[in-house]
């Protein structure tokens, strides 16, 4: 694949300032793993290697595959992971060798998603498993604020992240064998903070870091919905505690929070 086409190589470059591990995401994909010490897991499209760290501190070891040369650059050490350059379509790992295969807000990245099904499938250990985490917008859909304010990237999001049904039916076929959705609730206080993270602190969006990756993609802003927002936030500045932020009922802020909190899951599936 050609560089240019390294969406991280642009995107990603102060990755690690908004983005971390956050712990009750790690404890649940640890509580995946087999049960045992020094597991073999590939983690595919490892970013930094945030969660491969915090996986990594956990007795296991870490194959890391990662395209992105600026990702790879601002990568976690440890002396229980090995990074490797590569694609999902294509795993330069061994057939049957991974206790697991892991792949953390990810897959939706990937050109081909049927064909990297099939290469984690191909490198899994017979009794092996696949530990997916992402998230689908429509879940959440129906009363989802973030679609009040930035409506053409919550479009985008919602083709661009594929139902969670429709994966699950893919890693069926390839694995012939039942897969599980496992829901995630998201915390208000969510550490990563990927898109719909900050569900809860609206005011959060305003500032640059956190916004920085969408500003690339200037056809996802509607100015008139981000100053709308600017405008929302500071009457609930003044008018109210920035806590109690998703009681507010008076202004023009639409929170829906039971909503938002459903959109993220895991995905289990297991090799025959
Ligand atoms: C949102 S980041 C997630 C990184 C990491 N898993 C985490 O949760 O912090 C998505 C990553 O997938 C990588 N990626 C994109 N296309 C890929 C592909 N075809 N194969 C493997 N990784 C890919 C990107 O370079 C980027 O580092």
Redesign the pocket.
């Known amino acids: 694949m050609n560089v240019e086409k ?1 969406r ?1 190589n642009k995107i ?1 470059l102060n990755y690690n300032k908004t ?1 971390e591990a956050d712990k009750r995401i790690v404890k649940r994909i640890i509580n995946f793993l087999p049960k045992s010490d020094n597991n073999l897991i590939a983690d ?5 290697g ?2 491969s760290f915090k996986i990594a501190e956990a007795n296991n070891v870490i194959h890391a ?4 040369e600026v ?1 790879q650059n601002q990568k976690k050490i440890h002396k229980n992971i090995n990074w490797f350059s590569g ?3 294509n795993i330069p790992f061994n057939d049957t060798t991974y206790d697991s295969v892991i792949c ?3 897959f939706h ?3 081909d998603l049927e064909k990297s099904i099939n290469e984690m499938y191909r490198i899994l250990r017979t009794g092996g498993n696949l530990i997916l985490f992402s998230a689908d917008p429509t879940r959440g859909e129906k009363d989802c604020w973030i679609k009040h304010y930035f409506q053409p990237f919550h479009q985008k999001a919602c083709k661009t992240l594929p139902d969670v049904n429709y994966v699950k039916d893919l890693i069926e076929n390839v694995f012939h064998n039942n897969a599980t959705i496992y829901d995630f609730v998201l915390p208000g206080d969510l550490k990563d903070g990927f898109f719909y993270s900050a569900w809860k602190y609206p005011e959060k969006y305003l500032i640059a870091d956190h916004i920085k990756p969408l500003a690339l993609d200037g056809e996802m802003w509607d100015i008139n919905n981000l100053q709308t927002l600017c405008i929302d936030c500071n009457k609930i500045k003044t008018k109210q505690d920035k806590k109690d932020i998703a009681n507010y009922k008076n202004g023009k802020l639409k929170i829906r929070t039971e909503q938002m909190k459903i959109i993220t899951y895991f995905l289990i599936g297991f090799s025959t």
């Open positions: 390294i991280y990603g983005r595919i499209g490892a970013g930094t945030n969660y595959l990662e395209p992105s990702m694609f999902a379509e953390i807000l990810a990245h990937f050109s």
